[in-house]
């Protein structure tokens, strides 16, 4: 189960950060990682990283402005969101790889308005 929070309303330039935490069977999830989704739109790859390791990846819209990171101990995720624009806005969802390698696991989404 994937739980996600830290969402809300937020001026154009200013951040917010995005949590995560996974309970139950986790043992399996190599990826975790962010999506979003604006009304009318398709859903769109945030940012993912490699639960051991720690490599990231950013989809183009968000490098050099969100950060993903994790908490081992705490089975968390964090997506920092820096210098957030109104095309920023969004559901944002966060998910998990299943053993086949895909996004198999999802969390509720969690709204991020960015807006003056």
């Known amino acids: 189960q994937l739980q996600a929070s830290g969402g809300g309303l937020v001026q154009p330039g200013g951040s917010l950060r995005l949590s995560c935490v996974a309970s139950?069977?986790?043992?399996?999830?190599?990826?975790r990682g962010w999506f979003r989704q604006a009304p009318g739109k398709p859903r769109e790859f945030v940012a993912s990283?490699?639960?051991?390791?720690?490599?990231?990846y950013y989809g183009d819209s968000v490098k050099d402005r969100f950060t993903i990171s994790r908490n081992n101990a705490e089975n968390t995720v964090y997506l920092q969101m820096n210098s957030l624009k109104p095309e920023d806005t969004a559901t944002y969802s966060c998910?998990?790889?299943?053993?086949?390698?895909?996004?198999?696991?999802w969390g509720q989404g969690t709204q991020v308005t960015v807006s003056s």
């Open positions: 998910a998990a790889t299943d053993r086949g390698g895909s996004w198999g696991y």
């Open positions: 990283i490699k639960w051991s390791g720690g490599t990231t």
């Open positions: 139950g069977r986790t043992f399996s999830i190599s990826y």
